[in-house]
């Protein structure tokens, strides 16, 4: 898991697009693609972005060594000159995006990428690669700290992960959408976020018997002494030898500061409010009981009606996967190309369902936001030469059914541009937070939404809508390709 040459990370048909540009036409051509994704994951109302950083240092690192040009060389496929020419790539464009952490919804361009058409097409694969796996963890760990309800969820699905590298970054990612912490070393250590676990069955089962092993851990942690009560009988031995090692913690001055239990097995919600009781009649309210097995959003969601006694959640295979939506679905399309005069002219992709239709052209987004509650109202998909004015009118109109309209009244909304430049004529002019300070961004970001938006089950679902001007142009090139 060193750091790796990430530059043949795509497929092949970028590379052999790339010698039709090097041979047929331009190669200086600038362009302008668009990453987008068209559905919200888990049948949610919004996404959270993430993976930013890695593409950042992806492009930084964008070169090809001489290993790279001898394997291309040997697929038969590559002419000499395009070899030659690859020996000096570097990438020289801008990227424009979303930041990490930002809530994000179908449509509105991810990351803008304008550069000349051969570098635009070979970053393609890997930025798309980076972003839907990052971002669709990041959205799936909000939802699940969402159905918590303040309560501390904890990642540790890494032996559960498709793989190191999505182990690592899916980790990051779930702290990014809001996990206090990671059972995942080396995230902890290559991202400085909390680390965080208690014991196995296996410890237990390791010593004579259940006490024995209680007060060993105990002895070692007493700082952090989470007691995994299920490996024989919850009830009748875990809860019991558990609440015995910490009247011995206490009788022997040791500070109770995080200690408690974790179940594992077993109708969660009946036991956690018998261990609850058990746990205040002697003495210990404040004790943690922490829960785990193969939880997700919806059983959180159902525990908590349940009343379950939980106060937090060790989440693993249903999150680093997202076992119910494991893609995310981004895909990377051509906007618009600069003629001679320096002008972008816009470019539009058909398709035989309308939301496949994509938007042309060299574009914004401005997200709306209610000015007396700051929740979002809708995001504006624009050109990049439009300019709005807070203390005028705002008609915003549905772009599939345009017909549907709203005038927001000047004085009662608030807009901002949320796509920043990160690279400028190739070298990167954006700094990237910590994970920790993404992760508080992402929770105010969340605060945006409306609770209607975040509900698990059938979301209201916020407006993405398009300025007047993109519309007609979209509109335009429409009428043109149909009287093809």
Request: net charge negative.
């Amino acid at each position: 898991m060193d750091r790796q040459n990430l530059t043949l990370l795509t497929d092949l048909y970028e590379l052999t697009m790339m010698q039709g540009y090097f041979k047929n036409k331009d190669r200086n051509e600038t362009v302008i693609f668009d990453a987008f994704y068209r559905t919200n994951p888990c049948g949610g109302g919004y996404a959270v972005s993430a993976g930013l950083e890695q593409v950042i240092q992806y492009v930084k690192e964008l070169r090809f060594e001489q290993e790279d040009i001898n394997y291309l060389a040997s697929m038969g496929i590559f002419e000499a000159d395009f070899l030659s020419y690859l020996r000096g790539f570097r990438f020289s464009g801008d990227i424009y995006a979303i930041p990490e952490g930002t809530v994000m919804f179908p449509r509105e361009p991810v990351i803008k990428v304008i550069a000349p058409i051969m570098e635009a097409q070979l970053v393609e694969t890997a930025i798309l690669n980076i972003v839907n796996h990052q971002s669709l963890i990041a959205t799936k760990a909000s939802r699940v700290c969402y159905a918590a309800r303040g309560d501390g969820i904890m990642e540790f699905g890494l032996r559960r992960a498709q793989g190191p590298d999505a182990g690592i970054y899916g980790a990051r990612a779930a702290v990014i959408g809001g996990c206090i912490g990671t059972s995942n070393v080396l995230a902890g250590q290559l991202f400085d976020v909390p680390v965080k676990g208690t014991h196995a069955h296996s410890w237990i089962m390791s010593f004579p018997d259940e006490y024995t092993a209680f007060k060993a851990y105990a002895d070692m942690y007493p700082g952090a002494c989470i007691l995994l009560v299920d490996t024989y009988d919850t009830l009748k031995s875990g809860v019991p030898n558990a609440i015995r090692v910490f009247q011995e913690m206490r009788n022997a001055g040791i500070p109770l500061t995080s200690y408690g239990i974790r179940l594992d097995s077993g109708d969660l919600a009946y036991l956690s409010k018998k261990a609850r009781k058990m746990l205040d009649a002697a003495g210990f309210p404040d004790a943690i009981i922490s829960a785990s097995n193969d939880l997700d959003e919806f059983l959180i969601d159902s525990l908590k009606a349940q009343g379950a006694a939980i106060t937090s959640w060790g989440v693993g295979t249903n999150l680093i996967t997202s076992k119910d939506n494991p893609s995310f679905g981004g895909v990377y399309k051509l906007a618009a190309i600069k003629d001679e005069n320096g002008h972008f002219i816009p470019k539009i992709k058909l398709s035989e369902n309308t939301e496949k239709v994509t938007n042309p052209g060299n574009k914004m987004i401005y997200r709306i936001y209610e000015k007396d509650s700051g929740k979002i109202k809708a995001d504006l998909i624009c050109l990049v030469d439009e300019i709005y004015r807070e203390d005028e009118d705002l008609l915003l109109f549905d772009p599939l059914e345009p017909w549907k309209k709203t005038k927001l009244k000047g004085g009662t909304y608030t807009m901002r541009p949320i796509m920043k430049q990160i690279f400028k004529d190739g070298e990167c002019c954006y700094t990237s937070p910590s994970v920790m300070e993404i992760r508080e961004y992402c929770r105010q970001e969340l605060d945006t939404l409306w609770d209607e938006t975040r509900r698990l089950v059938n979301p209201h679902q916020v407006y993405v809508d398009l300025s007047k001007k993109l519309y007609d142009i979209k509109i335009s090139l429409l009428d043109q390709m149909s009287e093809k």
